[in-house]
């Protein structure tokens, strides 16, 4: 069983930066890509990013450009780099699996995330 704790959320100011990382227990890359996604109260679900099993990775058309999701050589920490923040960016962000290969353009929706740890909160705002 996937167990995923996410951390580094926080308050910050429009423009300003945060970190978010999020352990992985019990995964292997061999049988799952792994993203995030974020929920904000009265939004849709909406897929940020993701990070397949061969390092290639997607974004939102939302946050790319601002946003950087990378992952340790374990594979066992991801992270979620995200600069240039705005209030529309404020949401708990989850931590969560995908099939393996789903992790393409067009290949997955916000809907197909598996397993997800409990969330880590951004605000953003002045």
């Known amino acids: 069983q996937v167990r995923l704790v996410e951390s580094g959320g926080g308050l910050v100011q429009p423009g300003g930066s945060l970190r978010l990382s999020c352990v992985a227990s019990?995964?292997?890359?061999?049988?799952?890509?792994i993203g995030w996604f974020r929920q904000a109260p009265e939004k849709e679900r909406e897929a940020v990013s993701c990070i397949s099993s061969d390092g290639s990775t997607n974004y939102a058309d939302s946050v790319k450009g601002r946003f950087v999701i990378s992952r340790d050589n374990a594979a066992t920490t991801i992270y979620l780099q995200m600069n240039n923040l705005q209030p529309a960016d404020t949401a708990t962000y989850h931590c969560?699996?995908?099939?393996?290969?789903?992790?393409?353009?067009?290949?997955?929706?916000?809907?197909?995330?598996?397993?997800w740890g409990p969330g880590t909160q951004v605000t953003v705002s002045s």
């Open positions: 019990d995964f292997s890359s061999d049988y799952y890509d």
């Open positions: 969560a699996t995908l099939p393996r290969s789903y992790c393409r353009p067009g290949g997955y929706s916000a809907w197909d995330f598996g397993a």
